[in-house]
């Protein structure tokens, strides 16, 4: 009987120790590991981030670069699976997400994603979210996490490093020009802790704000200092 296709499952944190946990265990449960993997991309974590890891049997490596796009490139080169999957620590994919997976690349898809739903009940985070399920980039969320065959991958370059913001979305675009790409009619399940923090309308302001500007090719530098300026001064 011919093996499955494999799954690399690559996750870049920093010091995300309380959320990983979980993941992992949860992934575990949901996956054969005879035949996927799990891969955490470190970007210099100070907390338990790195013990939490290997006490779950995750395969762990520290970036030399740090940054979303770069980890996620550092641990797509470790990666041994035929597909790589990039998850948030915070996310949380479907129990079925293996088997959600193999079916679209074996129906000819080479990429895609899940939907989204947050963790909390809130009018505009599932007003939000219901956006997710239209075949739209300016919808694509890096939460919604990204399933893409590994040769693919390489071949449009991976993500661009020089990206500070909208990476997730930014690859989409470039993979939809070689690739079908599939949004599944499953969702994942996202933590809302930064909209609980700042508010669901306030924050999302900000992050559409933040899209126009990388659409109006606004300096990588700017959108990254005016975002980090609002979660300085955004909390009450």
């Known amino acids: 009987m011919k093996n499955p296709l494999k799954i690399s499952i690559i996750i870049p944190v920093i010091n995300e120790e309380r959320s990983l946990s979980g993941l992992l265990s949860y992934l575990k449960e949901h996956m054969d590991s005879r035949y996927n993997e799990i891969i955490i991309s470190d970007g210099g974590s100070d907390d ?7 006490n779950h049997g995750a395969q762990v490596y520290e970036s030399p670069g740090k940054g979303r ?15 790589l999957y990039f998850l948030h620590s915070d996310t949380i994919p479907p129990k079925n997400f293996i088997e959600l997976i193999t079916k679209e690349i074996k129906t000819n898809y080479e990429a895609g994603c899940f939907q989204l739903k947050f963790d909390i009940d809130h009018p505009a985070l599932r007003f939000y979210s219901w956006f997710t399920r239209f075949d739209v980039d300016v919808f694509r969320f890096g939460d919604q996490s990204l399933f893409v065959r590994k040769a693919l991958f390489q071949k449009v370059g991976g993500f661009r490093e020089d990206l500070l913001v909208m990476e997730d979305q930014e690859i989409v675009t470039r993979l ?11 969702h994942v399940v996202t933590s809302a802790r930064k909209y609980q923090r700042f ?34 001064t955004g909390s009450d």
Request: proline share 0%; no cysteine.
């Open 176 to 186: 939809k020009k070689h690739a079908q790409f599939s949004i599944i009619d499953e």
């Open 199 to 232: 508010g669901a309308f306030r924050l999302q302001l900000i992050f559409s704000i933040i899209v126009v500007l990388f659409y109006l090719e606004i300096s990588q530098e700017v959108i990254a200092n005016f975002y980090k300026s609002f979660l300085r």
């Open 48 to 54: 338990n981030t790195v013990e939490v890891a290997k």
């Open 69 to 83: 796009a770069r980890q996620m490139n550092f641990g797509a080169r470790k990666a041994q699976g035929d597909i």
